[in-house]
């Protein structure tokens, strides 16, 4: 028995088919159902934005830089 998601809204790089790719949650596998091309999927909790620079990098909104903009 296979766990599989349709990953809706994304297109296959190989074939442009959109909504045709499938994740195996098991394997970490991405699968085009179309054209059959297969990619490792990358796990997003590795590649969080800011990880690198600690606790003192801040991603949140109205920072002193936003206001300096007029960013709001």
Do not use: K, N
């Amino acid at each position: 028995m296979r766990y599989e998601e349709i990953l809706y809204g994304l297109r296959c790089a190989a074939c442009g088919e959109e909504d045709q790719l499938v994740l195996d949650v098991v394997r970490v596998l991405v699968e085009c159902r179309c054209c059959g091309a297969r990619t490792l999927a990358g796990l997003l909790e590795e590649d969080l934005p800011g990880e690198e620079f600690g606790e003192e990098f801040d991603t949140g909104s109205g920072t002193e830089m936003d206001a300096e903009r007029g960013i709001v």
